[in-house]
């Protein structure tokens, strides 16, 4: 069993920086997947970045490459979100996940098992 609890969220202007930390609790996080999502008002939860077990591999949406980048720390049970140059389409709830055991990096909401509270993210212009 893994729990998450998401943090970071606020208020920022067009071009800021936020940075986004899920800790885990669970003694099978670091050999586990993440995944950050989001969701806007009225919009399906879309994927937005994930990271597997080591931290040596990520993938992120077309829309945050170059902006966003998704770390972990094991030792802390702890998975972050950097986001930078944020623009107001950016704004949405924030959700980290953790999926199962996995050999390649999950990319939809449908792998992942266990989910954060959600933090909410919104970029004034």
């Known amino acids: 069993q893994v729990q998450l609890v998401d943090s970071g969220g606020g208020l920022v202007q067009d071009g800021g920086s936020l940075r986004l930390s899920c800790a885990a609790t669970?003694?099978?996080?670091?050999?586990?997947?993440m995944g950050w999502f989001r969701q806007a008002p009225g919009k399906e939860r879309d994927f937005v970045a994930a990271i597997n077990w080591s931290g040596t591999s990520t993938a992120y949406a077309d829309s945050v490459k170059g902006r966003f980048t998704v770390s972990r720390d094991n030792a802390k049970n702890t998975v972050y979100l950097q986001m930078n140059s944020l623009k107001p389409e950016d704004t949405a709830v924030y959700y980290c996940?953790?999926?199962?055991?996995?050999?390649?990096?999950?990319?939809?909401?449908?792998?992942?098992?266990?989910w954060g509270q959600g933090t909410q993210v919104t970029v004034s212009s």
């Open positions: 996940a953790a999926s199962g055991p996995r050999v390649r990096l999950p990319l939809t909401r449908y792998e992942y098992i266990y």
């Open positions: 669970g003694r099978a996080f670091s050999t586990y997947p």
